[in-house]
């Protein structure tokens, strides 16, 4: 089969198909999505070698239960080891033992087909269709912030991003009725969650504005900085970005503030299976393109450049 | 009246008596203990200029209501505009237009007199001696922790430091029953905790022990990295330190393991005085000397080294 492999630097190889053990499922894979973390793997986060990729849309080609084959399924990315406290507890996501599909010590999505255990699947309710369902996994960590806090209707809420991840999460935040303001660098992102009724700043605009809660999903160290900055004293703020870089920072603001920081990563399925089949958000308009696996040089410079949104990799193309 | 006075560096000097406006009381300060906020400040934290100082004891000079001359008082610290929405809403703490006694734009208590809001003021039960009430500030401060998060008896807590803070934190903390570790570089400190039936370890014999909750009482960025570093996925770090110096770091950490980061800086008076009556904590272990202010020099070179603890100057010696 055809994958994409990371090995110092990405390429495209013909390898065997992989083998599955007992309790995993062999996925054909239809579309791949490439997030903001698999480009920082390609400048070493994680220290990742193999295939990436981790938001998926397939079918079902190979499983212990015959019954499930051909069906369409995504996955959760956290492989827990099932024995120690965390899996027990049923925080598979923090296991510390676990591999992470397409991230950590596993091969992920970029590739025809994928190995995953078959407790890790969700299978997809025939109205999501192939292009929004590659999206359920980014909108479960998107949904996450609503696990981890509880946000208020009163509540002023920013979104520091206008990129993928950040439009995703302002229309996740949006559903809860808070006064949402989304702060980027782009007038026609802004625009997208602008139309949905969000109010929306340009970076250069910010001046004196505070918020009792602040979501960096910028990706990057000024972005936290400046972030951090619109944070009221008391208020809270959720950390989402996950990058290679590290950053220079005095910790006085958050104790002299006493700012609570949350860092907040991978989420539920359920919740953002259950919002794309209600149509409560609209993730078709976040797709600025999608590339067959063989344009994949193509595919990533793309996704690199500061225009696009979600680049999908399609292996039926 | 006699005072030290920073400017650029620290020296004693005489100037007038401070004169007071309306609401306002003068107060004889009779101990006055040096906290490491002060240590920060003379190497330029938040750039203060004036009399330093904020941990106090005195008796009420003057005051509007001739009926509180001569009162045993203390005082918080943070003095708010009571205007603004913080201060409407009880968080003068928070106040944007605040001064900070010792701290911020308003002088502290370094001095043998010092000016207070009189709504600042609190009155200390004769039951607490003048040593024991010099440490109701911080003490508050230890108590905010209880305030902004809720300590399970089940909860694995580490306190790192076993400076004056760390081990009022370390008694605050055992008063909810959790399994309580404090770790630091001084065996003879560590003792102290370890009389009153804490756990301790020596920051070198940390492997790989994680905790449900970590308080951060080094104030130095070694000690964050090792702190943050014993943090449970899910877990709670506290922030205690501020610090002039800037830190190094990835937050990478913080969002992969979903920590929550909760700055926490000054506390509730109450609770502590009601420690100190009830006996539940135990400071005059704590005092490391008394100092004339006179000896100044010599109360600030054993207060900066590592062996000593709570260092207080004496107006009345």
Redesign the interface.
């Known amino acids: 089969m055809k994958a994409l492999q990371f090995h110092k630097s990405l390429s495209l190889i013909e390898c065997p198909f992989p083998s599955r053990k007992q309790g995993e499922v062999l996925v054909q894979v239809h579309l791949a999505g490439i997030c903001n973390t698999d480009l920082e793997i390609l400048k070493g986060?994680m220290n990742f070698t193999g295939i990436p990729g981790h938001e998926f849309v397939g079918y079902i080609a190979e499983s212990d239960n015959t019954a499930l084959v051909g069906k369409r399924v995504t996955g959760e990315i956290n492989i827990g080891c099932g024995e120690c406290i965390?899996c027990q507890n049923g925080?598979d996501r923090?296991c510390?033992n676990r591999d992470v599909l397409g991230i950590q010590n596993y091969n992920g999505a970029f590739a025809e087909f994928l190995i995953i255990p078959e407790k890790n699947l969700f299978f997809i309710p025939d109205s999501i269709s192939d292009e929004e369902a590659v999206f359920i996994e980014p909108l479960a960590a998107a949904c996450e912030i609503l696990e981890?806090i509880q946000i208020q209707p009163q509540f002023h809420v920013a979104v520091f991003g206008d990129g993928k991840l950040g439009l995703l999460i302002a229309q996740v935040l949006q559903i809860s009725g808070c006064k949402l303001t989304v702060i980027g660098r782009h007038p026609d992102k802004l625009n997208f969650v602008r139309r949905l009724g969000v109010d929306t700043l340009l970076e250069s605009q910010i001046s004196d504005q505070r918020f009792d809660v602040v979501v960096d999903a910028t990706g990057s160290a000024d972005g936290?900085h400046q972030a951090l900055q619109c944070v009221k004293?008391?208020g809270i703020f959720v950390?989402?970005?996950?990058?290679?870089?590290?950053?220079?920072?005095?910790?006085?603001?958050?104790?002299?503030?006493?700012?609570?920081?949350?860092?907040?990563?991978c989420g539920p399925f359920r919740p953002a299976i259950q919002l794309l089949v209600e149509k409560k958000v609209d993730v078709k308009p976040l797709i600025s393109g999608i590339y067959p696996l063989n344009a994949w040089e193509t595919a990533f410079q793309v996704a690199e450049s500061r225009e696009s949104l979600k680049i999908l990799l399609s292996m039926k193309l």
């Open positions: 986060y965390a925080l923090h510390p981890q936290f004293p008391r950390l989402k970005s996950t990058t290679q870089e590290s950053i220079q920072f005095n910790p006085a603001k958050l104790v002299i503030d006493e700012i609570q920081l949350v860092g907040s990563r």
